[in-house]
C-alpha cells in the first residue's frame, strides 16, 4: 500500500494525463446541485461538493440502458433476433466519489452477481472502473454513515482514497488499480508509510465524531420476518407518502429494474430501466391482481427489504450505507433512522430473558 | 461461424472467466398453434429451436417456466407445459391477458420469437420418488402440471411413483386444456382422473360437476406421510382448498404450489417478485406451504 502526496498545483495536470487513459467522471455543479458528469480534458470535478443530489451509482448502472437490438424488418436473415449492442467498457475513472456511494457498490454486487446469474452490464461496468475516493472530513447532519455499516474515511470498495490537506491531498492507493490510476497521472510523490497512516487516522477519527445521528441494527436479524411485516407501525411509517419514488431513484442501493422494448419503424431496441418498488404497476399481474396494492405495502416492501430481507438473504449488514440522501429529500420527510429504529426495536419490550 | 452462433456471443468479464449473457433469449420458431378452450383465449404455442445445440442448452424440469420474448413487445414468464420426456419442441399454453400475450396470440406459426430460461425451481421429484402424488389443479394453471404428468407416466419414469390422482377443474367443459390427453389418461389405470366443471348443460357430461375444492374433499386421498399434494390454481381455488387438505390432515410440508408474482428478469435481480427474502423467480415458483407459511405471503 502506497501513499502519495499530490500537491494541489499538480491536480490540474494530473487530470489532464489521466484523460488519456480514463473516461473520466466526477461532481459538477449543476444550477442548484451537483451530479456526477463527464469530466472532459481540462474541466476539473468540484470537489467541494459533499455530496451529489443522484448517487453515481448511474455511472455503472445508468437510468436506462440498452441492452439488445433487434429488426422487425421479415426481408433481413435475422429478423426478430436479439442481438448484443456494444458497449464503451474501456477505463473509467470516479473522482471524488463519497466512500459511502463506493461501498454501496458492493452490497448491489450480491444482488448482480451470483453463483447462477451474473449481470454481464452491471459487472464489465463496475470492472472497467476506477474509484477514487475522497474522505469527508464534515460530513452532512443527515448522514448516518457509521452506524450503517460505513464511515467517512471508509476504503471498502475504492481504488484510491483521497485525504484533503490544504494544499494537497493525501492519495492511499488501495488497490493495483489505484495505483495504476495514481501512477497514469503522474503522482509520484511517496511519503512515508507510518506518518501518513497516523494523519489519516487522526483525520478520520475527528471525521466520525461528528457524525452524531446513529442507527440500531443489531436485533434486527433475530427478529421473525411475519411478526416484524405484521407489525402495527407501517400504517403510521406509510401515512404521508405520497409514493413518489424519490427515495429508490436517488439511493446508491436500489437496484430495483424493468425490461422494456423500444421500438422505432422497423428496428427497436430492448432496454432496462430503473424501476421502483413504490409504484403500484411494479407489482401488477395481468389479471389486474396486485399482491402490493397499498402504499402500506410498497413503503413496507422498502424498509423490510433494506433492513430486513436483505440483512436475512445475504446474512450480512443492511442494504443502506447512510448517505441520507432519502432523509433529505423525501418531500414528506419519511426518515429510514426513525424506520430502523422502530424495526430495531419492535418486540424489545416484552423480551425478558429466561434468566 | 454460422449466423445464430454469432448471435450467442460470450462474454467475457473478468480475465480467463467468460459468462453467459442471461438476458440473451434463445431463437426459436413457432411450429405449432393449437386453440384450447372454447372462448380463444387459451392457445398452446409449440415452439422449435433455430439453434438445435440450445435445445440442450435448455434442459429442464417439469416446475420450471421460461421467459417468452416476443421481440418488439416484451416477455413474459410462462410455465414449462411440455414434459423433459418430449424431444424435439417445448411448448406452452398463454392465456390472452395484456400487452404480450395478446401479441402473441396474433402471431403465426413460423414467426421468430425467443425463449430464455429455463428458470426456477422444479416440483421436488427427487424427494417425491416412491410416494403417492395428488395434483390439484384449475383454470389455466393446468400447465406444468400437464408436464408433470406426462413426465411421471413416461415408461421411464412411472415405477418411481405411486398411486397418482389428478383433480382438475375448470369452468366447463370448453375450458379445460388439453382435452384429447385427458381423455386418454382418463382410461389408463395407471392414472385416476377426477375431472370437474364448475358448472355445465351438456346432458353428455360424464364427468364430475363442481368446484375443485368439493372434488377434493371426495376424491382426493386421506393424507400419510408417503402422499404429496400439488396444488396449481388460481387464489380462490387454492384459498378453499387448503382447508380441504388440512381436514384431511396433509402436512404443510406436504403441500406443494407454485407461484406467480409479477416478473420481468426471471433471475432474481430486478427486484420486483419477492415474498419476503425469497425471489419467486429463482428461489421458487415452487414452494412447500410450510415455507411459504415464514413468509409475508405477499402473492
Ligand atoms: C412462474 C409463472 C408462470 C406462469 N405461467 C403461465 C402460463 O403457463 N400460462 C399463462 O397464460 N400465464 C402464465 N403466467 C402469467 C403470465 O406471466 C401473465 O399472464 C403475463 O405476464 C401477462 O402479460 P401481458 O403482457 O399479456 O400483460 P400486461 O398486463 O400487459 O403485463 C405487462 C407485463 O407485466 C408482467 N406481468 C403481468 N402479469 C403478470 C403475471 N401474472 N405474472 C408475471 N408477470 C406478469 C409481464 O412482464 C408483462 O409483460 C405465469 C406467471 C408466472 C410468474
Ligand atoms: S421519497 Fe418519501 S414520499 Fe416519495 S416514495 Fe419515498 S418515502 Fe414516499
Ligand atoms: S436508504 Fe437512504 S440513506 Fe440509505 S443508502 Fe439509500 S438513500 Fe442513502
Ligand atoms: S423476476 Fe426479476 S427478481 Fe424475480
Partial sequence: ?355 | MTFYETVNVEYSIFKGASVQNPYLPYPVRIDGIVVESEDKNLKTFKFVFLNPEDEAKFAYKSGQFAELSVTGKGEIPIGIASSPTEKGFVMFTVNKVGLVSSYLHAMKVGDIMGIRGPFGNWFPWEQMEGKNIVIIGGGFAFTTLRSSIIYMLDPANRSKFKDINVIYGARAPGMLLYRDELVKWEKRDDINMHITVDGTDDPNWKYNTGFVPTITEQKAPVADDNTYAIVCGPPIMIKFTQPVLDKLGYSHDKIIMSLENRMKCGIGMCGRCNIGKEFVCKDGPVFTLEQLNKTPREY
Fill in chain 1, 1 to 355: 500500500m502506497k501513499f502519495i502526496k499530490i500537491e494541489k498545483e499538480k491536480w490540474a495536470v494530473g487530470l489532464e494525463k489521466l484523460s488519456d487513459a480514463y473516461r473520466l467522471f466526477g461532481p459538477v455543479k449543476e444550477s442548484d446541485f451537483h451530479n456526477f458528469k463527464r469530466i472532459e480534458k481540462g474541466e476539473l470535478p468540484d470537489l467541494i461538493c459533499l455530496n451529489t443530489r443522484l448517487s453515481p451509482k448511474t455511472l455503472v448502472y445508468p437510468q436506462a440502458e440498452a441492452m439488445f437490438e433487434y429488426s422487425l424488418d421479415e426481408s433481413r436473415e435475422d429478423h426478430h433476433i436479439m442481438k448484443e449492442i456494444e458497449k464503451d467498457i474501456t477505463p473509467q475513472a470516479v473522482i471524488g466519489i463519497r466512500p459511502c456511494d463506493a461501498k454501496a457498490f458492493i452490497l448491489v454486487r450480491k444482488n448482480f452477481d451470483t453463483p447462477e446469474y451474473q449481470d454481464p452490464y452491471w459487472l464489465r461496468a463496475y470492472e472497467s472502473t476506477t474509484f477514487v475516493g475522497l474522505a469527508c472530513h464534515f460530513p452532512c447532519t443527515s448522514c448516518f454513515c457509521t452506524t450503517a455499516g460505513c464511515g467517512p474515511f471508509h476504503e471498502e470498495g475504492l481504488d484510491v482514497l483521497l485525504v484533503d490537506a490544504e494544499d494537497h491531498y493525501l492519495a492511499k492507493a488501495l488497490t493495483d488499480k489505484g495505483e495504476g490510476f495514481l501512477s497514469a497521472a503522474g503522482w509520484d510523490a511517496e511519503v512515508k508509510k507510518d506518518r501518513a497512516a497516523k494523519q489519516i487516522e487522526a483525520e478520520k477519527q475527528k471525521a466520525e465524531d461528528k457524525i452524531t445521528t446513529l442507527i440500531n441494527t443489531d436485533r434486527l436479524k433475530q427478529i421473525d420476518t411475519v411478526d416484524l411485516y405484521k407489525a402495527p407501525f407501517w400504517e403510521d411509517v406509510a401515512f404521508s407518502c405520497i409514493n413518489c419514488g424519490t427515495c429508490t431513484y436517488v439511493c446508491p442501493t436500489c437496484w430495483c429494474f424493468d425490461i422494456q422494448d423500444e421500438n422505432r419503424g422497423a428496428s427497436g431496441m430492448r432496454i432496462r430501466i430503473w424501476d421502483s418498488c413504490m409504484f403500484p404497476l411494479f407489482t401488477l399481474h395481468g389479471s389486474g391482481h396486485n399482491p402490493r396494492n397499498t402504499k402500506v405495502h410498497r413503503v413496507r416492501q422498502r424498509f423490510m427489504h433494506k433492513l430486513k430481507y436483505y440483512v436475512d438473504k445475504y446474512d450480512s449488514g443492511i442494504q443502506c450505507v447512510g448517505c441520507g440522501r432519502c432523509v433529505r429529500l423525501c418531500p414528506v420527510n419519511i426518515d429510514i433512522r426513525r424506520v430502523c429504529d422502530m424495526m430495531n426495536n419492535y418486540g424489545a419490550g416484552q423480551d425478558t430473558c429466561a434468566a
